[in-house]
Structures are given as structure tokens and as C-alpha cells.
């Protein structure tokens, strides 16, 4: 879950190379996940999803891998460009009240591309 | 084009003051989520709403409400009960029903003066 009151940790990474951001999610019965990337000063935007009943999903220079027994999730971007840099934060898709389904993000990794 | 719409983009308020939030989506998507975000942390969800008329607190409902009249629209009240209003706030909508991505808006930058 989300701890109030600590910054986000950054990743510094060297342009061309590949990014690893991970995620640790709560519920053990969340069945969806999702990974955005909100850059400074806007709302997240889409990157890729996951359903509980894959362990991988590839995308365009993105991948993500799901390890449903230590409740881990990490993306992976293909030869990191400037633009690549952003704060990036995992969602999963968990019950809430009155058996309606709530989104609720992870903390999230601010990614730094050094040129 | 469809999309998710919230205004204004800055607003500023006195303290003791209650202000609105507006959020609008022409996606005919049924559910709506209201986040807060402080600097360099995450997003906290504030309310959430699936349906009409209907909605849910979130983690940090307390000093804010909202309502649901219209399926496109999600408007967020921060009252003066809310001891630290200063934040980012940023709503969202899906279709719900779980399995499915939230759009996001462009987030209201609101500053209590």
C-alpha cells in the first residue's frame, strides 16, 4: 500500500539502456493491473495492462511481468529514450464498498534519462 | 473527441472557504474516481462512483463530497473541514465493473490563500 508522507524514489538511467520499475501491489485478490505514466503537471496516461491469468504481456518498447506469489509487478522499457522520462505508477483494479470495483496506485518511480 | 475534462486548471482559494472541482466525460463510461496527489508522492483516492446517484468513500473522503446527478459528470466539493487542501487533484472514469483502464483528466492545481 501507499505510504503518506515519503517522496518517490528515483531511477537514473543512461539513454539506450533498459529501465526496470517495480511494484509491490496489497491485495492478493486483485485480478487487473495497469501501469501509467504521468509526466509533470498532467493527468497519468495508459502504458500498458495485465489480467491475473498472465504472468507477461508485451507492448511497443514496454513489457510487463506479473509474479502473482510475492505480489509483484514490474515494467520494462526497451532502450530508455529522454522522453521516457516521467514518474510511473502501477494500479490494480481491487474490490471496494458495496462490491463495486476502486482503482488504487502504488506509490510510484520517478525515471530519469541521463543523455 | 471524447474525453475527460476538468477545470479549472488553477484555482485558488481563501481558507474557510468551500470550492468545486468540476469533472466532465463525454467517454459514456460509468464509473468516476477523484484523486489527491501532493508533491513528489502518489495518488490517494479521495471518492469513487460506479453508477447514478451512487458513491463510495475512498481512503481520504474526510473534509470533501461529491455527487453523481449526471453519468458525465463528477464534481468534487473540498470543504473547509479539509484541514490541507493544497494539492493536485486529479479525476478519472472507466467503464467499471472492474478490468478496464481509467482515463485520466489534466488534473485542477488547487492553492489555499
Known amino acids: 500500500g501507499e505510504s503518506v508522507g515519503l517522496h518517490l524514489p528515483t531511477l537514473s538511467v543512461q539513454e539506450g539502456d533498459n529501465s526496470i520499475i517495480n511494484c509491490a501491489y496489497s491485495n492478493s485478490a486483485s485480478d487487473y493491473f495497469i501501469w501509467y505514466k504521468q509526466e509533470s503537471g498532467k493527468g497519468p496516461q495508459f502504458i500498458i495492462d495485465?489480467?491475473?491469468?498472465?504472468d507477461k504481456r508485451q507492448g511497443q518498447r514496454v513489457t510487463v511481468l506479473l509474479n502473482k506469489t510475492v505480489k509483484h509487478l514490474s515494467l520494462q522499457i526497451a532502450a530508455t529514450q529522454p522522453g521516457d522520462s516521467a514518474v510511473y505508477f502501477c494500479?490494480?483494479?481491487?474490490?471496494?464498498?458495496?462490491?463495486?470495483?476502486?482503482?488504487?496506485f502504488g506509490t510510484g518511480t520517478k525515471l530519469q534519462v541521463i543523455p | 473527441d471524447g474525453g475527460i475534462t476538468q477545470s479549472p486548471k488553477y484555482l485558488f482559494r481563501k481558507e474557510g472557504q468551500n470550492v468545486t472541482l468540476s469533472c466532465e466525460q463525454n467517454l459514456n463510461h460509468d464509473a468516476m474516481y477523484w484523486y489527491r496527489q501532493d508533491p513528489g508522492q502518489g495518488l490517494r483516492l479521495i471518492y469513487y462512483s460506479q453508477i447514478v446517484n451512487d458513491f463510495q468513500k475512498g481512503d481520504i473522503a474526510e473534509g470533501y463530497s461529491v455527487s453523481r446527478e449526471k453519468k458525465e459528470s463528477f464534481p468534487l466539493t473540498v470543504t473547509s473541514a479539509q484541514k490541507n487542501p493544497t494539492a493536485f487533484y486529479l479525476c478519472a472514469s472507466n467503464f467499471g465493473g472492474g478490468n478496464t483502464e481509467a482515463f485520466f483528466g489534466q488534473g485542477t492545481r488547487l492553492t489555499v490563500v
Open positions: 495485465i489480467r491475473s491469468n498472465m
Open positions: 494500479a490494480e483494479n481491487q474490490d471496494g464498498e458495496g462490491g463495486y470495483q476502486k482503482v488504487t
